[in-house]
């Protein structure tokens, strides 16, 4: 058995160098990709420089359920809800399975394939071609049934290639449904957070309401007593119905949210309808995880997906130069072929064929050196969008979290201010109401504790979204579970392998 399998092994070599060979006397003659490759490399985080915007903080990366901080069911479950019903993510799921499809398609190039074929033709042969006598100028049935098998050598990779390039391109579609779920979840989350916004500005609105009426009272009793005119009354009267008109247009932002959260939730308008008050808390502590540049790179599903896409075409662009050598398909093929019915199943219409059949690229007026041109175009894309995407993430982090630390420093001035606003309108009022001061003072007051108020309020409501925002920058609990060392490496060394090509990159397919 040894023997048989090593006389094998050495049939296949040497059919191998022989074809290697006559490849080389042709291809140096004719189509060859001498000249193209690319000299573009992803970037190492290592090599951006972060250590003064993201330092570490000894911090944790987010859980998936990274939502439950703020102590709001209600967004818990309408984020759950989206999960099921969201014809975006439904989306991103067809092409997962689309990706599957092509991976199962490219699958079967590398395996032998095997057909039975049945025919039954009716014919008259002609009396002045190739057919003699008896058959000449008769009408013949024939029939004919095969059982036929080929397979492709795949001597250069071409098959195998493509096959990696399809799992590669399936892990990436599957990163691409977690940005969608990434998405949606912190769509959901900042737009209920949004919500809760017009809620808080909405009691500041309906307080100031009241005190614009508080105002108004103030003003009547005044021209009564002859220390104010009509003048004053209706510029009461006025700022009353401005208050009034700020919190309909509230109630307008507030059901249009609604609607929009319904939208999310991949249902009709009138979901929004039932979606209560948010009660959202403030959060955890803001503080980054160590050594999150490198981490980043398994924890951001959009970096992992354009990760696996410059691994895809890393192996399209050593399909694209299997091309170049030529195709090796085996074929044989046994069954019966026969005039009527009565000779067919007889060992005298016994029919059989072998042989290999080769394709050789002789020329094709630069088809080949075109497509893979095209590849390693592709190849440069992948690579700059994997650059870009990398630093938009640390952007992103470092972003966000600065957006916090000053909304921290902002919201102390802020509520110093709105303590002091209030209490110089309450000062104004109670003077106007003893007849100490006019009415521009306690209007001016007024607006200015209705700015203070508005002021904190959307100082805290900022925060919780930069909040959400650095959640979702951090990947929102999203680890890929193909993410390891040796794959990492794997990546770092892909452009390497296409710069020289001689160097082989192992494949990081799954």
């Known amino acids: 058995m040894k023997t048989q399998t090593s006389q094998a092994n050495t049939v296949a070599r040497s059919l191998k160098l022989g074809v290697s060979v006559i490849s080389f006397a042709v291809l140096s003659a004719c189509a060859n990709y001498a000249g193209i490759h690319s000299d ?4 190492p985080p ?9 330092p570490q903080e000894q911090g944790h990366w987010p859980s998936v359920d990274w939502v439950d901080q703020f102590g709001d069911a209600q967004l818990k479950a309408l984020i759950a809800e989206a999960l099921q019903g969201s014809p975006t993510l439904d989306q991103a799921r067809a092409r997962v399975e689309q990706a599957q499809a092509y991976r199962e398609t490219a699958r079967a190039s590398t395996l032998p394939h095997v ?5 039954l033709t009716r014919q008259q042969f002609s009396s002045t071609a190739l057919i003699p006598p008896p058959y000449a100028g008769s009408w013949q049935t024939e029939n004919k049934g095969l059982l036929s098998a080929s397979y492709d050598l795949d001597l250069w990779g071409k098959n195998r290639e493509a096959l990696r390039a399809a799992v590669s391109e399936q892990a990436a579609s599957e990163a691409d449904e977690e940005v969608v779920k990434l998405t949606l979840d912190t769509s959901i989350a900042r737009s209920y957070n949004e919500l809760a916004r017009l809620y808080a500005l909405r009691d500041i609105a309906q307080q100031e ?3 614009r009426e508080q105002i108004d009272r103030i003003t009547a009793g005044r021209i009564a007593t002859g220390l104010d005119t009509e003048v004053e009354r209706k510029t009461a009267e006025a700022n009353l119905s401005t208050s009034r008109a700020n919190v309909s247009a509230l109630d307008g932002s507030i059901l249009t949210t609604r609607y929009q959260l319904a939208a999310l939730l991949g249902k009709g308008p009138d979901r929004g309808l039932s979606i209560t008050r948010p009660a959202l808390g403030v959060g955890d502590d803001v503080r980054l ?11 951001r599903p959009d970096i992992v997906a354009a990760r696996w896409r410059v691994d895809a075409i890393t192996h399209e662009v050593k399909e694209a130069k299997a091309e170049f050598y030529p195709d090796i398909n085996l074929s044989a093929a046994i ?28 020329f094709d007026a630069g088809e080949l050196r075109a497509q893979l041109k095209g590849r390693y175009a592709e190849f440069d894309y992948a690579v700059a969008t994997y650059n870009q995407t990398l ?13 916090i630390r000053s909304s921290d420093a902002q919201l102390g001035d802020a509520q110093a201010a709105q303590q002091a606003a209030r209490e110089a309108d309450q000062l104004a009022t109670t003077q106007y109401k003893a007849g100490l001061t006019n009415q521009l003072t306690v209007l001016n007051a007024d607006v200015t504790a209705l700015n203070a ?9 900022n925060r919780r979204d930069q909040q959400i925002e650095l959640a979702s920058s951090l990947g929102g609990g999203y680890v890929d579970a193909s993410a390891d060392t040796d794959h990492h490496t794997d990546v770092a060394a892909l452009s390497t392998s296409q710069v020289n090509p001689g160097a082989t990159a192992r494949s990081t397919a799954r």
């Open 335 to 362: 069954g019966l072929d026969a005039f009527g019915f009565g000779r067919f199943l007889s060992a005298a219409s016994r029919t059989a064929s072998v042989g290999p059949a080769i394709h050789l690229p002789i």
């Open 46 to 54: 290592q090599q951006l420089e972060t250590t003064q915007s993201l």
């Open 40 to 43: 573009k490399q992803i970037d």
């Open 391 to 403: 630093i938009g993430a640390l952007s992103g982090v470092a972003t966000q979290l600065a957006q």
């Open 453 to 461: 108020d508005e002021a904190v309020a959307n100082l805290k409501m």
């Open 289 to 299: 995880p160590d050594n999150l540049p490198a981490d980043l790179l398994s924890r």
């Open 209 to 211: 309401v009241a005190r």
């Open 115 to 119: 057909n039975a074929d049945y025919s």
